[in-house]
């Protein structure tokens, strides 16, 4: 905590971007994840969290922020094997992304979070992979 503490002072002293993301250890699907602008945020038990630096100029497809999701297996770390599936997900934001401002729905690519956004798109055609919220790595 020490040395996150220092790494946000030298930033707020270099003028640099200083938002960060911080996601509860033990969750999943988006819950409890918000975007930390000041010490005085950060959580009384910060032990049960993971804070990551924010990208400040994410990767945007039509204005909207996505994350890829790639799929590998490892067989054997010595040696090390990794073999990595030829396909994989994209999933999208429900709202333009917004730098510094905007809500969750433009800053989280969770699926279980933006399916109750109602700017959210649901793929129903397997044969159409770039349409909606989530497309095929292949159709990216």
């Known amino acids: 905590m020490q ?12 003028k640099r971007e200083n ?5 509860p250890a033990s969750s999943s699907r988006g819950r409890g994840i918000f975007l930390l602008k000041d010490l ?29 999701r790639i ?9 090390l094997r990794i073999y990595i599936y030829n396909e994989g997900l994209v999933r999208f934001a429900s709202e333009p992304y917004q ?7 433009s800053h989280l690519t969770n699926y279980s979070l933006n399916k109750t956004h109602d700017a959210f798109v649901e793929n129903k055609n397997a044969h159409e992979q770039d349409v909606g919220n989530k ?5 990216f």
């Open 3 to 14: 040395e996150f503490r220092e790494t946000f002072i030298d930033n707020q002293r270099g």
């Open 19 to 23: 938002v960060w993301i911080v996601k």
């Open 40 to 68: 005085k945020d950060v959580p009384d038990d910060y032990e049960h969290y993971v804070v990551c630096r924010y990208i400040s100029k994410p990767l945007l497809v039509s204005g909207y922020k996505c994350d890829l």
């Open 71 to 79: 799929y590998v297996l490892v067989t054997s770390i010595d040696p």
């Open 99 to 105: 730098a510094g401002k905007g809500s969750i729905y």
């Open 135 to 139: 497309w095929s790595l292949s159709a």
